[in-house]
């Protein structure tokens, strides 16, 4: 009795009449880049702990930039308006014009936490709160947006 295995290497021959015009160029592959965190400063953790009932009632989604604008009179603050899967549009303010332009987060998929009660800042109602990382680094403050995958899709919830 002959038992033959499958296998995931060609066996010779089997792409015979293939050359390398038929085939599809190798992608190049991206170099890894490698990060210093030997004077990043982070905030000490909360001693505090939260319950889970508490923890449970904060609805964080993924939030689509429709559109991004800085703020008329303020140096801070963007104006965000994001598809958070409801089919209305929300807006969000953020300080954090200082490091971002508003053009290059129009299209991105953020994460933001989406049943604070609104909140008025110059004038306007800010519906939520993006999400952001930010730490010390050398005595100046750096502040990273949570951007995550595009093919999440709006308003899916995080747990």
């Not at 190798?26 to 001693?47: G, Y």
């Not at 953020?110 to 109602?125: F, T």
């Not at 939520?128 to 010390?136: E, F, K, P, R, T």
């Amino acid at each position: 009795m002959v038992v033959f295995v499958p296998t995931l290497k060609p066996l010779k021959g089997a792409n015979v009449g293939n050359d390398a015009k038929n085939q599809a160029p190798e992608a190049p592959k991206a170099e890894i880049e490698k990060i210093d965190f030997s004077k990043v400063e982070i905030e000490p953790l909360f001693k505090d702990f939260v319950d889970f009932e508490t923890f449970s009632r904060s609805d964080f989604r993924a939030v689509k930039v429709l559109a991004c604008e800085a703020v008329p009179k303020s140096k801070k603050l963007l104006k965000f308006t994001l598809d958070d899967g409801t089919g209305t549009e929300r807006t969000i303010l953020s300080g954090i014009h200082s490091f971002y332009e508003p053009e290059e987060l129009v299209g991105k998929t953020c994460i933001a936490i989406v049943n604070l009660p609104p909140r008025a800042m110059m004038g306007i109602d800010s519906c939520g709160m993006l999400i952001s990382a930010v730490h010390h680094e050398e005595g100046e403050e750096k502040l990273h947006l949570l951007m995550v995958d595009d093919h999440i899709p709006a308003g899916a919830k995080l747990y």
